[in-house]
């Protein structure tokens, strides 16, 4: 059985970064509602140009690290085989999409507020039970609290809130669909990297969006690509900002800290993405908070910080005992 990895990361730095990650994709939420209403784009075709700019924003990064690692340094990661590379592009690259697409279909489905707490209450599910199977990561007794308490309290946010939707099964379907796209991503690259022979956290997002794209191509053209030309100035803008933002820097960081942070961990920081966007709401959008959705953030925020402190904690043992035990 395999345990957390070595990294040169600290593992502080690598919370911070899914920190920052999921904050930045709680804004995103918030900026696909505005292109909803002003650019016509569907979710597939708003899904493409996300993936599409993050792409052509990463890769000139990616394409200079790759220059920069040749003549100024050793590589900093263990070069797999092509088979293993063929094998991390595919998955990764097959579940950004899902993860990605099916979430917005599950929306548009069965409504957000059912969408949203189907895949982000049953994605740290997933990646325990995967994640202890494929990883040998011990969720603790402690861990499974903090687990559960997340789930508690995005559940009160999410469905104590107003303007819940009808459950359709269907959509819900879907929802269970992202939730395991995202769960796959999230264990997958901890057991890449959970002996510190991972790959470079940047190539796996050029990589990633590269095949998401091409998926999703011939669904944002069925769908229709092009936005409106009323408000095009507004449109572009947002989408600019979901392609720098959101997408190439906080993918980015995400795949970077995942390499020091426990999946499990990882599944319930990333919880804060719907907090993100309830105050943007409440700040932004003129929305009412009841007191569901005080209750649920003040839960999930606390089950966030348990679970942070507690990696935290026991970073240093894991360090040392990252070898092959069984």
Sequence with gaps: MLTPVRSALPVGRGLAYITFAATTWGTAGAAASLLYDTSGLGPLALTFWRTLGGLALMLPVVLLRARRTRTL????????????????????????????????EAV??????????????????MVALVGRVAVGERLGIGGACAVAGAVVGLSVLVLGSEGTGAVRPAGVGLALLSGAGYATITVYTRYLSRDGGGTDPYVTTVTSFAVCTGCLLPFALAEGPLPQAQ?????????????????????????????VVRATTVSVITLIEPVTAAVIAVALLDERLTVATVLGTAVLLCAVVALALAEARSAPAASVDAAPTG
């Design 73 to 104: 340094a050793p590589r900093a990661y263990v070069r797999p085989s092509r088979r293993d590379r063929t094998t991390r592009i595919v998955v990764t690259g097959l579940g950004l999409t899902v993860f990605q697409a099916a979430y917005f």
């Design 108 to 125: 548009d489905s069965t409504g957000l507020a059912v969408a949203t707490v189907v895949t982000l209450g049953a994605a740290p599910v």
């Design 231 to 259: 408000h095009l100035g507004q449109t572009v803008g947002l989408l600019v900002y979901v392609a720098a933002v959101p997408t190439a820097l906080a993918y980015g960081l995400y795949f970077t800290g995942l390499a």
